[in-house]
């Protein structure tokens, strides 16, 4: 039974939809404390639209706070664990948008640092002035950002030939791939990456589905578009984990929030170890050749190699 506004008023309840209408905005000292934690100034939060001029938090801006302070909390081990503790990281995080990302690890890791450098890689130009005006109006000095695509990152010569740590917080499609690209060219230490959108097996398993439904009961799996959106999706993640570990990674896949923030939720850790993982290759090229993906292997998975004749996977490896 649903309680009276009666009920309300005697269990001490706000009674009825004015008076929700009426409770105070959150503001930084009231509303959920942990997000905040002293890490950040005032200041910064304002500058990044976080906080309004009165110092309040909105119920979007809390969510996107929560999302990139718990992805800043994954990060900061794994510069804490390169040589000298960080204190020279670099780190490049692609598909930077308004660089919330870049601007919370500066201000909570990097303005400490005696050297140590973030680039921002965003293709548009607006958003790299704004990013670029608002880092020389903080005095943070050691960040750079740069209007381009993440492929094109690669070869550019304004960023350094060794990148610590790379991030790619919801980088569409392919740009996750690019990025995994530009880590492995760059001898990354470590890689952050949140996927978005994938599409792109979608399409390819899409294409050969007439013959994989002659050929094998398993593409009833994407038979129907839906099916196909979600599976393409989930091979995609898992062919980038596996890679990965036969590039010398050690991988970790966990939420990055509560499904109630987001729902481009997993989070791919890969930590430099040097230790390739031949089943992993071996594992990789299987899925490829049965899901029919094989034109994938020359752009998103040219490190990986030809399999080798008769390859067949161990499955205790």
């Not at 109630?260 to 170890?273: D, F, G, P, R, V």
Request: proline share 5%.
């Amino acid at each position: 039974m649903k309680p009276s506004r009666r009920d309300d008023q005697r269990a001490g309840r706000p009674a009825g939809r004015s008076a929700r209408a009426a409770q105070p905005a959150p503001d930084v000292e009231g509303d959920n404390p942990a997000l905040f934690e002293g890490k950040h100034s005032v200041e910064l939060l304002k500058a990044l639209h976080i906080l309004t001029r009165e110092g309040k938090l909105n119920q979007d801006s809390r969510r996107k706070l929560k999302q990139v302070q718990h992805l800043v909390q994954f990060i900061a081990p794994l510069i804490q664990a390169l040589p000298d503790g960080g204190a020279h990281a670099t780190l490049a995080d692609h598909g930077a948008g308004k660089s919330y990302l870049g601007f919370l690890l500066y201000d909570q890791f990097y303005r400490d640092l005696p050297t140590g450098q973030i680039f921002g890689i965003e293709t548009r130009p607006e958003l790299v002035a704004h990013s670029q005006d608002l880092a020389q109006r903080l005095h943070f000095v050691r960040m750079q950002f740069l209007a381009m695509r993440v492929d094109e990152a690669t070869t550019d010569t304004r960023l350094p030939e060794r990148i610590d740590v790379v991030t790619a917080l919801h980088a569409c499609d392919t740009a996750t791939d690019d990025a995994i690209a530009f880590g492995l060219a760059k001898r990354a230490r470590a890689m952050v990456l949140v996927p978005c959108c994938q599409a792109e097996v979608a399409r390819v398993l899409n294409a050969g589905k007439a013959l994989a439904l002659s050929r094998t009961p398993l593409a009833e799996l994407w038979r129907r578009p839906l099916h196909t959106r979600e599976l393409g999706s989930q091979i995609t993640n898992v062919m980038r984990c596996l890679y990965l570990e036969a590039m010398g990674y050690r991988v970790t896949v966990t939420e990055l929030v509560g499904w109630e923030h987001s729902m481009k939720n997993e989070l791919i850790l890969a930590e430099y170890t040097g230790q390739k993982k031949r089943s992993a290759a071996e594992r990789l090229h299987v899925l490829l050749a049965e899901f029919g993906l094989q034109s994938l292997q020359a752009t998103r998975f040219a490190g990986l190699g030809e399999a080798e004749p008769g390859t067949e996977v161990n499955p205790a490896a």
